[in-house]
């Protein structure tokens, strides 16, 4: 039986490219999103299962945690629902801005990692060897039963910047949710990794951001040599999820080339001095 995954925020941007390159690696894919006509273009395209829902309803939680529970054990859930809503300072943000982030960036994480820990511990507990992996102990997939939370954070929940303190916020607390879970869950077989991205160039991040200014979305990359897209950072968590299942990467941070820090990005072609 291949290993099952459920992907949050999965119509678009990361969570779609992790959800799509899951499904080429073998795994049994659970996209969950609010847009049900992107959903339904995944599941023709891709085989990949859709659960229309909101993270940020509780209602819809229990909905998707028990169509999910019903295809039996989840191997990983990877947290990807989140967003970053306006760009004002501190004496000027609005607080339904700094609600609706804390909304989705956390309490989604946490809603959604409470109502499927069972199907997590019931895929821990399956034989080895039952994954992507071929059993031999020595390629993706194999070794002891786990099962893994992963969350897509950001940057910004380690760095601060102006006029970005309601995202950071969000972020920093996400941040600080995944780590108090790794302790919390020390002992059990479940992985607990955080994927923090730096500037990722995707369809609706900066629209989002900016309430549908093209032209402020754009500024933020003008002139930026290769921003991170989606599909760099579905690379590195699925290379996260079928590493051999002693290995934790607890935390990664990356970012392109040209972003030294939140605060310092270059905005010409790199060369060597």
Do not use: C
């Amino acid at each position: 039986m291949g290993k099952r995954a459920v992907v949050t925020g999965a119509s678009s941007g990361i969570g779609q490219a992790t959800a799509i390159l899951l499904a080429a690696h073998g795994w049994d894919v659970i996209a969950v999103a609010r847009r049900a006509d992107r959903l339904a273009a995944l599941e023709a395209g891709h085989g990949i299962h859709a659960v229309v829902g909101d993270v940020t309803d509780p209602d819809d939680v229990r909905r998707i945690a028990d169509e999910v529970s019903a295809l039996g054990p989840l191997h990983a859930l990877v947290n990807n629902a989140g967003g970053a809503f306006g760009s004002a300072t501190v004496e000027d943000g609005d607080p339904e801005d700094w609600r609706a982030m804390y909304e989705v960036n956390v309490l989604g994480t946490l809603r959604m990692i409470q109502a499927l820990l069972p199907a997590l511990r019931a895929g821990a507990r399956e034989v080895p060897g039952d994954g992507p992996g071929d059993g031999s102990g020595d390629g993706p997939g194999d070794g002891p039963g786990h099962a893994d939370i992963l969350s897509i954070t950001s940057v910004a929940g380690h760095e601060v910047y102006e006029k970005g303190a309601g995202y950071n916020a969000a972020k920093f607390a996400q941040h600080a949710l995944m780590g108090v879970l790794r302790l919390e869950l020390a002992g059990e077989p479940l992985r607990v990794i955080e994927i923090a991205p730096g500037m990722v160039r995707t369809e609706g991040f900066a629209i989002t951001r900016f309430g549908g200014d093209r032209d402020a979305a754009d500024a933020v990359y003008a002139g930026v040599e290769h921003p991170l897209v989606a599909e760099d950072i579905a690379e590195v968590v699925v290379h996260a999820l079928e590493l051999p299942g002693h290995v934790n990467l607890d935390l990664v941070t990356l970012r392109p080339v040209a972003q030294a820090a939140a605060t310092k990005v270059i905005r010409r072609p790199l060369k060597p001095r």
